[in-house]
């Protein structure tokens, strides 16, 4: 997060980190995907999708806004689970700007849990209210009256990331907030995220989307290869599914193939849209037990538990 310091003579910029934060399943990643325009970090109906800090750039005339959406907070119990809700907790200690979403449906007691940490940072924070699609309007007004009194936000916006409802009212107050400064990133620049982790996660976001019970949490995406085929006119990318353990090989391959064979069409139609070409993927089915264990397992199947916010 180093900045360069301004040249004279330069118009005045602002910059400044905004970290998603929320319990899982909220809509954090459907947020900044739609603040965006374009899909950067993988969104599912199941609680955990993100499992890492994915940053999002909103360039916009002599305003750059850096968005972490980061992993759902939650009561982590395994390591795995430790470094997902360390790694939100991290981007909460390093940004300028607290984005809490909510989402209405939920009770908001249970929402509240999340205000403690929040309060710890001192930092300004606008409440999102999410989902507003799902409730009646008159329910709505009770409920910034009742999060209003828990905490002094700098807004309380209600919106719905899906119908895209409300965005341009958060991205103008985070705008109120930006300190002045220096771009960060290449204003044509829209996410930190490497092509190859990019590619893995959507391999990922297929599983989540089509596997259900332990499956999707036991299985992740090693990118192995990627390389442009030019005489072929084509992409080829070769990705491993490695799972927890033998028996979950039978549900991702499917009865002939099936599951694997549906997992890499949705996986190959969305990368040859955003990688504007013809697709090869091949897709490797592997167990490596206890993957989620330890940091070293964490590595070898490409996971970025090392990468810094
Ligand atoms: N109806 C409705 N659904 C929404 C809205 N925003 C998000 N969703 C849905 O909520 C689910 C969870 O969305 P995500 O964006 O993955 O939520 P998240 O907070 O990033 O979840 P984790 O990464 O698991 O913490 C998905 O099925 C979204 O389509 C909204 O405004 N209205
Ligand atoms: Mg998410």
Known sequence: MEKEARKEGEPKTKAGFVAIIGLPNVGKSTLLNQIIGTKVSIVSPKPQTTWFNVKGVLTRNNCQIIFVDTPGIHDAKSLFNQLMVESALKALQEVDIVLWVMDVTHRPKEEEKILEIIKKTNKPTILVLNKIDLIKKSELLPLIDYFSKLHEFQAIIPISALKRDGLELVVEEIIKLLPEGPFYYDPSQITDLPL????AEIIREKIFLNTYQEVPYSATVKLEELREEPEKNLIFVQATIFIERESQKGIIIGKGGRMLKKI???AREELEFLLGK????????????????????????????????
């Open 278 to 309: 013809k697709v090869y993927l091949e897709l490797w089915v592997k167990s490596l037990k206890g993957w989620k264990e330890s940091e070293t397992s964490l590595k070898k199947v490409g996971f970025p538990v090392f990468e810094k916010v």
């Open 264 to 266: 890499g069409t949705l």
């Open 196 to 199: 190859r982790l990019l590619i």
